[in-house]
């Protein structure tokens, strides 16, 4: 709507240019043809919706005619309107010119303002009179209102409401201390239905498989919770959490044998697979890369696939999340000699009959 008005003063100006050339008879010829679509049009529409810049335009271009002459035009709107409005933007030209002008208040420096931002995001707890009292220890010298404004401005409610921690920032404040639980199945060539039970350390991405049945009994999933207390401890591996499901295979035991460990079970929310995000991950992966691609025999074959595969993820298969590196694999220190690079001699390794690949270079 702003540039309207411009725009139509241009065209008008384009207009007028283009009729200098022409004679008065054309003149007359066209004035007559446009008064005649204007009466036809005036007979079709009961009252036309003219905007703003369109009565300014209008206003502008005939006030100057006399009032007996505008009676004699054919007009969309009476004389005494069309005067009215050329009125009306003499007085907001007068009253836009008379009102004092005052700088107001300057906007505050925007790395101060990113700075507030970004004391509000590190600490949450924090704050406008916190944030402004670290300020004024970093010799900044803002009011207390300001930060409070530019607070506001961006959205952010008072410190009470955003005390609690989300799920997301708990995740990556605690990834070193968490492992995550699933179970998932698979099948076999006839049809029967295997359990497979496996747990992710979130920090490193090592996978461990710890058991594969068709009976996933309260006895079978006890005794390899032990068995993965016992290999977290003797790992050394400080693990202060455990985050699972709500599955109905999970015995109470189960909870209990990690609690004497000091380990805390997190139960994710009823049909919430994205607070396990990182277990379903690897699941997917799994079965992409191996179990759709393998007929399962029977409950030996799975697990030895599964421990293959185990052996493949941790210690071969690059992992966004690691920077290309593997869990029990760094990455080895880039090449540049360009002899290398020219020649060079890199040797693949099966496992599981081709189904998995692995590269690297020859010794």
Same mark, same amino acid.
């Given at each position: 709507?702003?540039?309207?008005?411009?725009?139509?003063?241009l065209?008008?100006?384009?207009?007028?240019i283009?009729?200098?050339?022409m004679?008065?008879?054309?003149k007359?010829?066209?004035?007559? +043809?446009?008064r005649?679509?204007l009466? !036809?049009?005036?007979?079709?529409?009961?009252?036309?919706?003219?905007?703003?810049?369109d009565?300014?335009l209008? @206003?502008?271009?005939?006030h100057r005619?006399p009032?007996?002459?505008?009676?004699?035009? *054919? $007009?969309?709107?009476?004389?005494?309107?069309?005067?009215?409005?050329?009125?009306?933007?003499?007085?907001r030209?007068?009253?836009?010119?008379?009102?004092?002008?005052?700088?107001?208040?300057?906007?505050?420096v925007?790395s101060?303002?990113?700075?507030?931002?970004?004391?509000v995001?590190? %600490?949450?707890?924090?704050?406008?009179r916190?944030?402004?009292g670290?300020?004024?220890?970093?010799g900044i010298?803002? /009011?207390?209102s300001t930060?409070?404004?530019?607070?506001?401005?961006h959205g952010?409610?008072?410190?009470?409401?955003?005390?609690h921690?989300?799920?997301a920032?708990?995740?990556?404040?605690?990834?070193?201390?968490?492992l995550?639980?699933d179970f998932?199945?698979?099948?076999?060539?006839t049809?029967?239905?295997l359990?497979?039970?496996?747990?992710?350390?979130?920090?490193?991405?090592?996978?461990?498989?710890?058991?594969?049945?068709?009976?996933?009994t309260? @006895?079978w999933?006890?005794?390899?919770?032990?068995?993965l207390a016992?290999d !977290?401890?003797?790992?050394?591996t400080?693990?202060?959490?455990?985050?699972?499901?709500?599955? !109905?295979?999970?015995?109470?035991?189960?909870? /209990?044998?990690? +609690?004497?460990e000091g380990?805390?079970?997190?139960?994710?929310?009823?049909?919430?697979?994205?607070? %396990?995000?990182?277990?379903?991950?690897w699941?997917?992966?799994?079965?992409a890369?191996?179990?759709?691609?393998?007929?399962?025999?029977?409950? @030996?074959?799975?697990?030895?696939a599964?421990?293959?595969y185990?052996?493949?993820?941790n210690? *071969?298969r690059?992992?966004?999340?690691l920077?290309?590196?593997a869990p029990?694999?760094?990455?080895?220190?880039?090449?540049?000699?360009?002899?290398? $690079?020219?020649?060079?001699d890199?040797r693949?390794?099966?496992? $599981?009959?081709g189904?998995?690949?692995?590269?690297?270079?020859?010794?």
């Amino acid at each position: 709507m702003p540039l309207r008005l411009p725009y139509l003063a241009l065209s008008t100006a384009f207009s007028f240019i283009r009729l200098l050339p022409m004679s008065d008879r054309h003149k007359d010829l066209e004035i007559l +043809a446009l008064r005649h679509q204007l009466a !036809v049009l005036q007979r079709q529409v009961d009252k036309p919706q003219l905007t703003w810049p369109d009565r300014a335009l209008l @206003a502008a271009l005939l006030h100057r005619l006399p009032r007996a002459r505008l009676r004699r035009l *054919h $007009l969309i709107v009476s004389p005494e309107t069309l005067l009215s409005w050329h009125r009306d933007l003499l007085r907001r030209r007068h009253a836009k010119e008379s009102r004092p002008k005052r700088p107001g208040r300057p906007r505050t420096v925007r790395s101060i303002r990113a700075l507030v931002l970004r004391l509000v995001q590190e %600490n949450p707890q924090w704050g406008y009179r916190r944030v402004h009292g670290e300020l004024a220890a970093l010799g900044i010298k803002v /009011a207390a209102s300001t930060v409070w404004s530019i607070l506001k401005e961006h959205g952010i409610p008072p410190a009470p409401e955003r005390e609690h921690t989300t799920w997301a920032a708990f995740l990556r404040s605690q990834a070193d201390a968490i492992l995550a639980a699933d179970f998932f199945e698979a099948k076999t060539l006839t049809g029967a239905t295997l359990t497979v039970l496996a747990v992710i350390e979130h920090a490193t991405r090592r996978v461990r498989i710890l058991g594969v049945t068709a009976q996933p009994t309260a @006895a079978w999933i006890t005794q390899l919770v032990r068995n993965l207390a016992m290999d !977290v401890q003797n790992a050394g591996t400080k693990v202060a959490y455990l985050i699972r499901d709500r599955d !109905v295979r999970y015995p109470p035991v189960f909870d /209990a044998v990690l +609690a004497g460990e000091g380990i805390e079970v997190l139960k994710t929310g009823v049909r919430m697979p994205r607070m %396990n995000a990182i277990m379903e991950r690897w699941i997917r992966s799994c079965r992409a890369e191996l179990l759709d691609r393998t007929l399962i025999w029977d409950q @030996a074959h799975l697990l030895h696939a599964l421990r293959e595969y185990e052996a493949f993820y941790n210690e *071969h298969r690059p992992h966004r999340a690691l920077a290309g590196a593997a869990p029990l694999r760094p990455l080895p220190e880039p090449i540049v000699e360009p002899g290398r $690079l020219a020649h060079l001699d890199v040797r693949r390794r099966d496992r $599981l009959s081709g189904i998995l690949h692995e590269y690297q270079h020859a010794a």
